[in-house]
């Protein structure tokens, strides 16, 4: 799968510091300008539906898997890899300094009819809801939260870069 960006958003040198990767998956998917996204009440940002990838699963299974336990999607098929993300990022738990972060990103095809999506705890607190959203909206929005909120999540950076790029390479 090719890399689409890799970054360092830590001031310690990964090579150097205590590290651990996380493995994810995030998905992209498409009905002309809309994209199914999930919206976080907490951090006021949209994102692409995904996230860790289970000891003993494989990309794709864990993909489907999120893709259910956050959106309700069903059926999903046409999986093709799009590309890669890379950061390390200043890591304040578990011993580790920095966490080597892998978001592997598909796009894919779900039934239009979403089932009820199975939240874990932390995602319930923070208000997460998966909806369709004009992509271009999503960026205004996104970009507008980066230069304006003091409590922005660390992955809003991540994300407006891939919805960036799907819209110049997939619209």
Known sequence: MRLLK??????????????????????????????????????????????????GE????????????????????????????????????????????LSYCYTCEIDQELLAPEFEPHELQNGMQPLWMNIYAAILHNEMVIKNSEKKGLSIERETFLLKRIVAELL
């Open 6 to 55: 890799s970054t360092q958003v830590t001031d310690l040198h990964p090579n150097i510091a205590h590290r651990f990767t996380r493995k994810a998956t995030r998905a992209i998917i498409l009905n002309g300008e809309n994209i199914l996204l999930l919206y976080t009440k907490r951090y006021h940002d949209y994102t692409l539906p995904g996230g860790g990838i289970d000891e």
């Open 58 to 101: 494989d990309n794709i299974s864990g993909l489907i898997r999120e893709l259910r336990e956050e959106t309700g999607a069903q059926n999903v098929n046409n999986i093709q890899a799009f590309g890669y993300y890379e950061e390390y990022r200043n890591w304040h738990k578990d011993d580790y300094d920095v966490v080597h972060m």
